[in-house]
């Protein structure tokens, strides 16, 4: 059997799809953040290589194809940019003065973090571009001398806790503008946060897109100030 | 065939992206500039909607999928993690909770005054 599942292509991504969809069943019946689709998806298929005692690497074989499409449906993220545009265009002091304020006031929580939990310098720089997405941070991260691998695994972390607890979040605080919500995904939990935003509505993917985009580039220019500070 | 021309533009974009990436040498990857290149090419009208829209609609929606690769993989850097994991752990919930305070909060606050200021003075 075990040497079925390495000569499979589609077991180990069916699987993971399967557990997706029973991971928004749950979510639809029950409402709680618990079940969330992405994350029962993530657990079930760790949990299914480590019983079966299958290699991540033969897993991603066929795993790889869904990865591969991310580039693709990121660019895709544009349309809805396009078709929200009048209403990003008559907000855009809103939109400039939110992401502008999230990509500081990330920077500055995992500088204070750091201070106050005696990381190291190595160790700051490795947090200091995880609130932006996978392909940028993980270059931050290289360019400043940080551990990537622990970056990426710190950044996919924040994406999927953003994509849980957003909604939770911004009821909690009381940000209610759909502009807004969909910026807060986007700054604070990159792509995994806008697929949450997109569920939401077109607004808040939309503007969640965008955060992507402009706070990623922020970063980039800005931690590498920030570096110097720890 | 208007998937298969839908999907062939969208992976020339992409294409595009990547070639911008080995120009530029920036830490900025392909999917974002790609995402600049279908923007712009939309608004100046050389993309028409039309030609990337139901292929896109679909990449979109399951776009979640997509993380569950990268998700699973945290099992391969589950030893390097380990030994940081509490600052970690710290520091990821609580910026996820700041940023989106710090970008929610202030673009709402800047969004109902320029409705105020627009309509009446209170």
């Given amino acids: 059997m075990n040497s079925f599942f390495e000569e499979s292509m589609f077991a180990g991504v069916t699987l993971s799809i399967i557990a997706y969809l029973i991971g928004a069943i749950l979510k639809k019946k029950f409402k709680l953040g618990i079940f969330n689709p992405l994350l029962i ?19 991603n074989e066929g795993a790889r194809f869904l990865s591969w499409l991310l580039t693709p449906a990121t660019v895709c993220l544009a349309i809805p940019l396009y078709e929200q545009w009048d209403l990003l265009k008559n907000n855009h ?51 400043l001398g940080g551990y990537v691998t622990i970056t990426v695994a710190v950044i996919i972390v924040t994406g999927v806790l953003g994509n849980m607890f957003g909604e939770l979040i911004c009821k909690v605080f009381k940000i209610e503008e759909p502009i807004s919500k969909g910026l807060a995904f986007g700054s604070a939990a990159h792509a995994i946060g806008t697929a949450k935003a997109m569920e939401i509505g077109e607004i808040e993917g939309a503007m969640s897109s965008l955060a992507i985009a402009v706070s990623g580039i922020l970063t980039v220019i800005l931690s590498s100030v920030f570096a110097h500070f720890l | 065939m208007k998937y298969v021309k839908q999907f062939f533009i969208i992976l020339l974009i992409s294409f595009v992206g990547e070639l911008f990436k080995y120009l530029i040498p920036l830490p900025i990857p392909a999917s ?91």
């Fill in chain 2, 32 to 122: 974002i500039y790609g995402m600049v290149i279908l923007f712009i090419g939309l608004m100046t009208g050389l993309i028409r909607l039309d030609d990337v829209k139901d292929v896109g609609k679909f990449l979109i929606e399951i776009m979640p999928l997509m993380f569950i690769p990268a998700g699973v993989g945290l099992i391969e850097s589950w030893g390097t993690l380990k030994p940081v994991l509490l600052p970690v752990c710290v520091i990821t919930v609580v910026t996820i909770v700041t940023v989106m305070v710090a970008t929610g909060k202030l673009s709402q606050w800047m969004i109902r005054r320029e409705k105020k200021g627009g309509s009446d003075h209170e």
């Fill in chain 1, 41 to 59: 998806a993530i657990a079930v298929s760790i949990v299914f290589l480590a019983v079966g005692n299958i290699d991540y690497e033969i897993y």
């Fill in chain 1, 93 to 143: 002091k809103a939109v400039l003065l939110g992401l502008t304020a999230g990509v500081v006031t990330s920077l500055v929580t995992v500088l204070v973090l750091s201070l106050l939990l005696g990381l190291s310098h190595e160790e700051y720089v490795t947090m200091l571009p995880k609130s932006i997405t996978t392909a940028i941070g993980m270059g931050v991260s290289e360019e």
